[in-house]
């Protein structure tokens, strides 16, 4: 007896999701059996097991703090967590053989480009070899040129007296608490994509609108974080293939933002690219033809720009909430340099003001927003410190963890002193191996400057208007959500309170 064509149309969908199920099984069966079947896997010693269990989170809030009660305790600051296949360090002659003296050995590599592939397509952060040095190059010339950082100078000071004092000025007004890091996170969302893209998608307008393309950035962030936390790649790759779970969400998040930048990027072919001043007109005057590769670009100055300066800026003002002395004497010497009614006019203003850049270089020691950074291994080495490295092993560096070290920084390691980068009233930098915040050698960030600028032009704007005061909540130590940047789980929430008329400066 023929089966009628719904029923037989639901009998076909059990067959296919029993079919579904039995292989989604047998490759997880697969993955299980290969992953085991690597070296160090069933390690019994206490680093991994505490790992594996969860239980240092008795003791730690973050996994940041527990690798650095580890790396502090180790006599070479090294560590190994041998079910991750991961040599961590917070030695500093070990992060310089890493990132400029060894730096052909220790590249990002294909399991790293691989876990963050589908979001970062080839862009700079995700690429070795010779795509990363045109990439790099192109971005140099770019992002040294006085044009562009003066057009970025101006995107920062329009989104500021245009959102973002209004903001805090309602804010102040209704007496309401405000989530700090929401609104620095829709503010760099904002200058980025104008820089980057030149669209405004105003996520800091005063209704505080959700952007689709501003969730599916975060979306894609944080699930390709995820990835990199999987025990092993086979987990991730398997749903994957199925389209299933956390990747079929990463899927539709990373479309979204393909539908936008082609968008973008078709719209700026028809109507001509020459005039406009933002980093994809830029790139498209040198790369041809290719859509793709500067999707891939552009996407990710959009990450490097957005996610790290919320991150920067969260962290910095979280301190001055801790730290008033800090925030008056910033005040006291802009007065000095600027004038105490004069508005901030130019780039080369904030150059004058030292203890703001010693104070800014304080805050990302204690709270970089990249707390770690990997490689990995081609050829078996040894590092300074006498640690062998296997190839294939994954080699990381720890800013955050170096940032806590007394062998580093001195015993007042811990305190918020932004003293200590002055000489005689003039800031002086540290090396960047003991400071690996910007990264350093080679691959040191190219945007350095460009970021230092919005992060101290943000911060002065809003100390010279404003009066931030931490909520009872705020005031412990921060938790970070997992992800590529540091965020603080329960965000930064915040009273703000309209300065004196005759402390503030002319808008």
């Given amino acids: 007896m023929e089966l009628q064509p719904s029923l037989q149309f639901f ?10 199920l039995s292989l989604t099984i047998l490759l997880l069966l697969i993955a299980i059996a290969r992953f085991s079947r690597r070296k160090n896997i069933l390690c019994s010693c206490e680093t991994c097991q505490a790992y594996l269990t969860s239980s240092w989170s008795q003791y730690f809030h973050n996994l940041c703090d527990w690798y650095t009660h580890l790396l502090r305790t180790s006599p070479t600051k090294t560590i190994h967590i041998h079910v991750l296949r991961n040599t961590i360090t917070a030695n500093v002659e070990n992060v310089e053989y890493i990132l400029k003296t060894r730096f052909h050995n220790f590249p990002k590599g294909k399991p790293f480009s691989t876990i963050l592939g589908d979001f970062l397509g080839k862009g700079i952060f995700n690429v070795d070899g010779d795509t990363w040095r045109f990439q790099k190059k192109m971005a140099t010339l770019e992002l040294n040129n006085n044009g562009i950082t003066f057009f970025a100078f101006e995107i920062v000071k329009s989104e500021i007296h245009d959102r973002l004092l209004p903001l805090l000025h309602a804010s102040a007004s209704n007496g309401v608490v405000l989530d700090l890091q929401d609104v620095f996170r829709r503010f760099s969302f904002d200058s980025i994509c104008r820089f980057s893209f ?25 699930l390709s974080a995820e990835r990199a936390m999987a025990l092993s790649p086979y987990l991730w790759k398997v749903k994957r293939f199925f389209n299933v779970g956390s990747e079929k969400r990463l899927r539709e998040a990373v479309e ?15 109507m001509g690219f020459s005039e406009n001043k933002d980093l994809l007109s830029r790139f498209m005057s040198t790369v041809h033809d290719d ?16 996610d790290t300066v919320a991150s920067a800026l969260t962290s910095f003002f ?12 910033i005040r006291a010497e802009a007065d000095r340099v600027i004038g105490p009614h004069e508005d901030l006019t130019s780039f080369e203003e904030l150059k004058q003001l030292h203890y ?15 707390q770690f950074d990997s490689k990995f291994c081609l050829e078996e080495d040894v590092l300074p410190d006498g640690t ?10 720890h800013p955050y963890a170096m940032g806590r070290l007394e062998e580093i920084w001195g015993c007042d390691c811990l305190e918020f002193r932004p003293e200590r980068w002055l000489k005689d009233g003039v800031f002086h930098p540290e090396s960047p191996f003991k400071y690996p915040v910007f990264q350093a050698g080679l691959r040191v960030c ?29 005031c412990g130590n921060p938790r970070f959500s997992p992800g590529l940047t540091a965020t603080f789980r329960f965000g930064l929430p915040v009273k703000v309170h309209e300065r004196g008329l005759e402390q503030q400066h002319i808008a």
Avoid: W
């Fill in 291 to 306: 859509d793709t590769y500067l999707r891939d670009i552009v996407v990710s100055f959009l990450l490097a720009g957005r």
């Fill in 198 to 222: 030149g669209l405004d998608p105003k996520c800091l307008e005063k209704s505080l609108p959700m952007s689709e393309f501003a969730v599916c950035f975060d979306l894609a962030s944080k």
């Fill in 11 to 20: 009998t076909n969908n059990i067959y296919f999701s029993s079919l579904l």
């Fill in 446 to 474: 190219v945007g350095k400057e460009m970021a230092l600028m919005e992060l101290k032009t943000v911060a002065l704007s809003l100390l010279r208007k404003f009066h931030i005061e931490l909520v009872e909540a705020s």
């Fill in 318 to 329: 979280y301190l001055l909430g801790k730290h008033r002395e800090v925030e008056s004497e």
């Fill in 256 to 270: 979204v933002i393909n539908q936008l930048a082609r968008e973008v990027i078709k719209q700026r072919r028809e």
């Fill in 356 to 370: 703001l850049q010693a104070a800014m270089h304080e805050s990302l020691r204690l709270f970089p927003p990249i």
């Fill in 388 to 397: 062998k490295v296997e190839s294939g092993t994954r080699v990381t560096y």
